[in-house]
């Protein structure tokens, strides 16, 4: 974004998380589970309607002056967490949501009136109340709205043994535009594999 001269303020964000983990040696393992997934996104409306009205004092002024005004308060989950389970692999993934309806950010294109609107849901994406980014760009989670662990129950032989596990992950990073305006937008997909060692305690 740089090259482009879109400057600091605008760069990719991930917009799905997919990691896949899966024990390379299966011989002792008995059980596997994973904690809940969340619901679609959650959107609560809070609407406050109020009718003001008044008389008039002037001499000139017969009736009455009425006005009416609206005050609507919506709230977004922007992530969306998932589990699951196929075998002794695990998969679990992160999707961030946006927009008025809560669209899947990677699989789907804003509308491009959207996207020059000064208060669009991800303009200003690291400043605004709610967001799901810090000020540095990382992702914002919570263990209480999206789970917390996938557990593997293995059998008393496999103490003290070293076991390997794959982990395979795919990330897809979005461009939307933040400060800028334009009507730019793109979605990538990075993929990874590592090895990791870990010696089971009892």
Do not use: C
């Amino acid at each position: 974004m740089a090259k482009q001269g879109y400057g600091s303020d605008e760069k990719h964000f991930p917009s799905r998380i997919s990691l896949q983990l899966t024990p390379l040696a299966q011989v002792d393992i008995l059980s596997l589970t994973v904690s809940r997934s969340t619901d679609n996104p959650v959107q609560e409306v809070d609407t406050e309607r109020g009718l003001d009205a008044s008389l008039g004092t002037a001499p000139a002024t017969i009736g009455f002056t009425v006005s009416a005004h609206e005050t609507v308060t919506r709230t977004l989950r922007p992530w969306k967490f998932e589990h699951s389970v196929q075998g002794n692999t695990a998969t679990v993934s992160w999707f961030l949501h946006g927009g008025s309806e809560g669209r899947e950010v990677f699989s789907s294109e804003p509308p491009k009136l959207e996207l020059l609107q000064p208060r669009s849901w991800f303009r200003n994406r690291y400043t605004n109340p709610g967001r799901p980014f810090t000020r540095g760009g990382g992702v914002i989670f919570a263990g209480d709205e999206y789970g917390e662990s996938v557990r593997w129950r293995m059998a008393s032989a496999a103490a003290g043994k070293t076991v390997e596990w794959e982990i395979k992950g795919r990330i897809w990073v979005t461009y939307l535009p933040n400060k800028k305006k334009t009507l730019h937008v793109e979605t990538r997909k990075l993929e990874f594999r590592e090895l990791l060692r870990l010696t089971i305690r009892q």
